[in-house]
């Protein structure tokens, strides 16, 4: 009797199993099949853009935009992974938040672009305080043809819906940082103008290699702005190429050195040099590449411009939140950015603040010259 009735269980149990593996199967038989149908929407964009000169496949910023209005006007509520354009059709997004925030059952789904022109789907589903995530992914083959990678579901450890309109989760906790698990999506859009000032002054210099935007300083009072490390950043904006140096480069010359900050900075050629390292002898600049040895390995912040204002004189107040993925948050720290229109068109940075309580967040920063100029 008792072996007929264990019989039963097992039999219960496996035909239980069996009915959960054919649901699962359908249930990514499904996501498959949408993931496949939302790529297929934009393949002729993808197959037409220049993907770059490397062995992996790198699309334009403009490109991946496209991709993203293309899924958009396609009724797919579209993203990109690297945050730099608005969400597309967010409604269903916010009312699934919403319902979660209540402690309701709600489920979102949204699509994300990457810059190699694949496709993450990425499905949310909310009870009370939980929330599982199924993350697909797919990417186009050698014949250019689209296929899922993969097909993941956890149960976040921890969500959040930021005031600002980050949607953040974390799968597995760690203090890893290179193991980190989090992931950052911006669902509430930002306007025109925090988005072109962002891309042409804030995100082109950032937070590695130089201290821009990580003290206090105006014209008057810069003692711990260090000139010399924001050469090439400056380079870039000037000419919209990379800086190209060699091992043995650690000096500019003073014409092309000053021609680049001042195009930046409210100094005279006077006040360069004087504030700059600058050798008179040769009438150079001391500069040197980012190497390993000159940074100091950390998790890099990346900057938002969440507010604008404009003033008078040509002034424009730039408000920017530090965002860091690594440690799930939207606001690391906060500064505002001063930025002045010269009557010949030249925009110089004039003033940067510190406003947030926690200076203690700022990345640490070294000059890269220190340890074979300490001295300088």
């Given at each position: 009797m008792k072996q007929n009735i264990w019989l039963l269980i097992l039999i219960l149990s496996l035909c239980t199993l069996s009915a959960c593996a054919e649901k699962k199967t359908d249930k990514n038989e499904t996501v498959r099949e949408e993931l496949i149908k939302a790529a297929g929407s934009y393949r002729d964009i993808y197959i037409k853009a220049e993907k770059g000169r490397g062995k992996n496949t790198v699309l334009s910023e403009k490109?991946?935009?496209?991709?993203?209005?293309?899924?958009?006007?396609n009724g797919y509520t579209s993203a990109c992974m690297g945050n730099d354009c608005n969400m597309k059709n967010i409604q269903k997004v916010t009312r699934g938040l919403k319902k979660a925030k209540e402690g309701k059952k709600g489920q979102a789904v949204f699509y994300c672009?990457?810059?190699s022109g694949g496709l993450h789907r990425y499905e949310m589903k909310f009870?009370?305080?939980?929330?599982?995530?199924t993350d697909a992914y797919l990417d186009w083959d050698k014949k250019q043809q689209p296929a899922v990678s993969y097909i993941d579901t956890k149960t976040a450890a921890k969500w959040e819906y930021t005031k600002k309109g980050w949607l953040i989760w974390e799968t597995v906790p760690t203090e890893n940082e290179e193991?980190?698990?989090h992931c950052m999506v911006r669902v509430l859009p930002l306007?025109?103008?925090?988005?072109?000032?962002?891309?042409?002054?804030?995100?082109?210099?950032?937070?590695?290699?130089?201290?821009?935007?990580?003290?206090?300083?105006?014209?008057k009072?810069?003692?711990?702005?260090?000139?010399?490390?924001l050469y090439e950043y400056f380079y870039y904006m000037k000419h919209h190429r990379y800086f190209q140096d060699d091992n043995s480069v650690d000096r500019i010359t003073s014409e092309k050195f000053e021609a680049v900050m001042q195009d930046y900075l409210p100094f005279s050629k006077k006040e360069i040099r004087q504030y700059a390292d600058y050798s008179e002898k040769d009438s150079t600049y001391l500069w040197e590449p980012l190497r390993g040895w000159n940074l100091t390995p950390q998790s890099m912040p990346?900057?938002?411009v969440v507010d604008v204002e404009h003033k008078g004189g040509g002034m424009t107040v730039l408000t920017v939140d530090a965002l860091l993925k690594q440690k799930g948050t939207d606001q690391a720290f906060t500064h505002q950015v001063v930025l002045q229109k010269q009557k010949d068109g030249r925009v110089w940075f004039v003033k940067n603040t510190i406003i947030s309580e926690h200076?203690?967040?700022?990345?640490?920063?070294q000059k890269r010259n220190q340890k074979r100029h300490p001295e300088a």
């Open positions: 490109e991946v935009h496209r991709i993203v209005d293309q899924l958009g006007r672009v990457t810059s009870q009370g305080k939980k929330m599982s995530v193991m980190d698990t306007s025109d103008d925090c988005r072109r000032l962002n891309r042409e002054y804030i995100s082109p210099v950032g937070y590695r290699g130089n201290n821009l935007f990580l003290t206090d300083w105006d014209r009072n810069h003692k711990n702005l260090y000139l010399n490390d990346v900057p938002e200076r203690d967040k700022l990345p640490a920063y």
